[in-house]
């Protein structure tokens, strides 16, 4: 189950200090040592939020090691931490709590997963994201849910109330027809490289009925990080797009729902939807042409 260590190492906000130093140990396998700077760090300043995020590293490095009890031991002591910040805060009060919630959750289902207990970490996934179905980690539980589950399922609906640019058909319509779903953000470097190739595939593909669909979304900020109110981003928004999408054949349905429904806590995020309306790829993370080209393939055969 490749995912499991995808997952695992997927990219994640850059903090500085103990957690940057915890990270490096536990993918070092280094348990001592990353045990040790949790514990400094906690001792000369309590269970902060960051000292809490700091203590999932390891449980997340083990994990990517494959090291499933360890995981599951780091995991739950992660989540009793948590658990206990949460009396006395909000989750979404500051990011670092979340991150350190949204991981231990996270390892706990697919080190379940990788002991062969696929049905007990799916069940877990579901129980979570109904218990924080209106907090920021819903989208990365709903990611590794899918990535347990979608593909052979029929495709979530897609909001389409609002576009970037000309409005396009709701998913259910396009049905009869091949579909790639590219969710990508304003932001997001990996999605303007990811661009180009779906650019090349549109277009060797273009004598097909292929279709390709790119839910994006509102952050809150424009160029730099800076705060902007929601019409100021939506125009911001569209410069973007005309920048760095305009080869790209697509309508831009403009919504945060989608992507909590999808899973998309990484950006960019693909997935494939044959004729009959059934998802045959979810993947978080750009893809290479050599990746993607057969399998478009076998979509628009399909």
């Known amino acids: 189950m490749k995912f499991l260590v995808w997952v695992a190492l997927c990219a994640a906000p850059v903090w500085g200090g103990v957690i940057q130093d915890v990270r490096a140990a536990a993918s070092a396998k280094n348990w001592t040592l990353a045990g040790k700077l949790v514990a400094d760090f906690q001792k000369q300043n309590g269970w902060t939020p960051e000292a809490i995020l700091a203590q999932s590293w390891i449980a997340r490095g083990a994990q990517a090691a494959g090291d499933w009890d360890r995981a599951l031991r780091e995991a739950s002591h992660t989540r009793e931490l948590a658990d206990a910040a949460l009396k006395q805060r909000k989750l979404d009060a500051e990011p670092q709590?979340?991150?350190?919630?949204?991981?231990?959750?996270?390892?706990?289902?697919?080190?379940?997963?990788?002991?062969?207990?696929?049905?007990?970490?799916?069940?877990?996934?579901?129980?979570?994201?109904?218990?924080?179905?209106?907090?920021?980690?819903?989208?990365?539980?709903q990611k590794n849910l899918n990535l347990l589950t979608l593909e052979g399922k029929p495709a979530p609906a897609l909001e389409t109330k609002e576009f970037i640019g000309p409005a396009g058909p709701a998913l259910a319509a396009l049905k009869g027809k091949p579909v790639i779903l590219f969710f990508w953000a304003h932001w997001c470097g990996d999605c303007k490289q990811q661009a180009p190739v779906l650019a090349r595939l549109q277009e060797e593909n273009k004598a097909t009925d292929l279709v390709i669909v790119g839910p994006t979304q509102r952050y809150g900020y424009v160029a730099g990080g800076v705060d902007a109110p929601p019409d100021e981003e939506v125009r911001y928004i569209g410069q973007v797009r005309k920048q760095f999408y305009g080869s790209l054949h697509m309508a831009v349905p403009l919504s945060e729902e989608n992507f909590r429904s999808w899973g998309c806590s990484t950006t960019p995020t693909l997935a494939m939807i044959d004729r009959a309306g059934v998802v045959r790829l979810y993947h978080p993370g750009r893809m290479s042409y050599e990746e993607l080209a057969p399998k478009v393939a076998a979509l628009v055969k399909r």
């Open 97 to 141: 709590l979340p991150l350190a919630l949204g991981a231990a959750i996270e390892v706990e289902a697919l080190s379940l997963a990788g002991q062969g207990q696929r049905t007990e970490a799916v069940a877990l996934l579901r129980r979570e994201i109904k218990n924080w179905h209106g907090a920021s980690i819903r989208a990365r539980l």
